[in-house]
């Protein structure tokens, strides 16, 4: 009797489109559709071999990855055949499924335990010494001797499996069956000590509610190897952070220079202060204080913008970073105090552990738009994309010395016609970027390098946002302020390039989209050069009748400026309705918003 393969029932047309594209699982689906199956065969050992008509034979051992699939085919990586071999092998399986039999509350429970809610943490340590290598497990010990803090969130939907965001990558669980099919968007894609570090996570972080919002984990290494030992930790607290006479000294250093920028103003000269910024900033790399380091450096760059009258500065950004560094270091001493395990380490409210940079895998992003500044200096522009895989923002950002312009000779280009990554700026702004020379830092910036057919661009359709889900993705105003309520404060959440002076405002950034959405009001302040509007469900007659909603509208505030002289009036039109009636483009606005 041949074994049934119950990895490969497990995945998902989404999970597919993660371990190989989307192009591939389109085309092998159009096969499936069509009856267009290859011959199957499954070796006693598991083993399922494909043998299509065009002579091409591919084979699937157990705990191997597609990627890992034989094919004979002349494709060097991934193919279609891979592909195809699991879903004709899940087509195989439903047509030879039983028919429902006559006792339907034990199919009830069998699809429960096949297609319910679960966890990665059932996964024993005998399952992980089988699907990775001695050297990968202690690879992974040595990144969970730093104490990394990982947000896991629970198994969602059979398209929305469990994830865990570690600082420099995200990790999705695909089967329930098999760690292999695990999915890391690192450069190894998969089997790197990345998914051994997530898989701890969920262990410590005990049973998770399907749908449950994200916990935050410190994940300490396992000392022993027996799971629920793991699970209900070792009893040993981190030495406080804030107690030692370093970080003493640094925590002196920011409020002296707090002080200095509130009694002497924001406009004095930086030869003043650029020495003391540096000595803080070593300090606080000395510390290995990553989110602290950070906030120096964006507090520095708005007190340069403000010197060169560029338009990066902001005045409440510039207020919002002095309060969430005072803030951060008083949320971490109050982490080092509690008397019980504090809701947020003060590991992760400093952001200790947090290093460099790391390089991804195939990688799809999709514009969420730009953020361009100008001064006398130079110019640039940092633009916004979703990672539907992840949901998470990333930030592009660049910059042009007009110096360098004017040693190159010439006219200086159209901002919008400067070329990133071997593409126009415009192209990359209003468009979905797939790409395999990306990497990422730790707050989300990431960098793009140029590379022939390693990188492409597709303009934006209409459904371009529809693989967006929450959080970023809210489907109300209700929903947003909901998960606004919910959020933590900035000052102990990891900082993020999309949330700063950096991309051109304060904030975190949604994307709210709902049925019925209108504009309820809209006026231009000639005064303040700012552009306000109020956006709402349209009532229908029923409800025009029902007492009003208690949750008022969103606010949309677009201010003018001189780097993107027709923003104000694209977004003018757009409220207008003007380009809704050219193409079908989504009901959905990309806003920023503060934490209540």
């Not at 004017?406 to 070329?419: C, D, I, K, Q, V």
């Not at 140029?450 to 934006?460: D, K």
């Amino acid at each position: 009797m041949t074994a049934v393969r119950g990895d490969l029932l497990e995945l998902t047309p989404e999970a597919l489109t993660a371990l190989a594209n989307a192009g591939f699982v389109k085309r092998a689906q159009k096969d499936v559709a069509a009856g267009l199956l290859p011959l199957l065969e499954t070796a006693d050992d598991g083993t399922v071999s494909a043998r299509f008509d065009d002579g091409v034979r591919t084979s699937l051992p157990p705990g191997r990855t597609l990627r890992d699939a034989q094919c004979s085919c002349p494709a060097s990586g991934m193919c279609r055949h891979r592909v195809m071999l699991v879903l004709a092998y899940q087509a195989q399986a439903a047509s030879a499924a039983p028919a429902p039999s006559a006792t339907p509350a034990e199919d009830e429970v069998d699809a429960s335990a096949a297609g319910g809610e679960w966890s990665p943490a059932h996964f024993d340590d005998a399952a992980l010494a089988a699907s990775f290598a001695p050297s990968v497990i202690e690879q992974a010990q040595r990144l969970a001797a730093a104490r990394p803090v990982v947000a896991v969130q629970a198994w969602r939907s059979a398209s929305a499996p469990p994830i865990a965001r570690l600082p420099m990558c995200s990790v999705r669980f695909f089967s329930r069956s098999s760690l292999v099919h695990a999915r890391c968007d690192c450069k190894q894609g998969s089997g790197c000590a990345h998914v051994v570090v997530a898989l701890w996570a969920f262990r410590q972080a005990g049973p998770l509610a399907a749908g449950s919002p994200e916990r935050m984990v410190e994940v300490r290494a396992p000392a022993t190897g027996d799971a629920a030992c793991d699970a209900a930790g070792d009893g040993h607290r981190p030495a406080a952070l804030m107690q030692g006479e370093a970080a003493r000294a640094l925590q002196a250093q920011l409020e002296a220079l707090s002080l200095s920028l509130w009694l002497d103003g924001s406009s004095q000269p930086l030869m003043a202060l650029a020495a003391r910024f540096e000595a803080a900033r070593e300090q606080a790399r000395a510390l290995g204080w990553r989110w602290v380091e950070d906030g120096i450096d964006e507090l520095w760059m708005l007190l340069q913008a403000q010197q060169a009258r560029s338009s990066r500065f902001d005045p409440r950004r510039l207020l919002h970073v002095m309060a969430e560094l005072w803030a951060r270091l008083r949320a971490a001493a109050h982490a080092d105090n509690a008397a019980g395990p504090p809701p947020l380490p003060a590991s992760q409210i400093l952001g200790v552990g947090v290093k460099g940079e790391v390089a991804l895998d195939h990688l799809r992003l999709v514009s969420l738009g730009a953020e361009l500044w100008s001064d006398e200096s130079g110019e640039g522009a940092s633009v916004m994309f979703a990672d539907p895989d992840t949901q998470a923002v990333t930030v592009l950002e660049r910059q042009w010395s007009r110096a360098d312009d004017a040693t190159a000779g010439g006219t200086p280009a159209n901002l919008l016609g400067r070329r990133v990554a071997g593409f126009p700026l415009r192209q990359l702004a209003s468009g979905q970027v797939i790409t395999k020379t990306a990497t990422r830092r730790a707050n989300g910036q990431i960098d793009i390098a140029p590379g022939a057919r390693q990188t492409g661009v597709m303009p934006l359709s209409p459904k371009s946002w529809d693989d967006l889900v929450a959080p970023l993705k809210q489907p109300s105003v209700q929903a947003l302020v909901a998960h606004l309520l919910e959020t933590p404060p900035d000052f102990v959440r990891p900082r993020q390039a999309a949330s700063g002076a950096a991309a051109g405002a304060s904030g975190q950034l949604h994307v709210v989209a709902f049925e019925h959405m209108a504009v309820l009001a809209s006026h231009w302040d000639a005064a303040a050069q700012v552009l306000h509007a109020r956006i709402g469900r349209a009532a229908d007659d029923a409800e025009a009748a029902a007492p009003a909603d208690d949750v008022p509208p969103l606010h949309l505030a677009l201010p003018h400026r001189a780097a993107a002289p027709g923003a104000v009036d694209a977004l003018a039109r757009a409220l207008a309705g003007e380009w809704a009636r050219c193409a079908p483009w989504p009901a959905a606005y990309g806003c920023r918003t503060a934490s209540p």
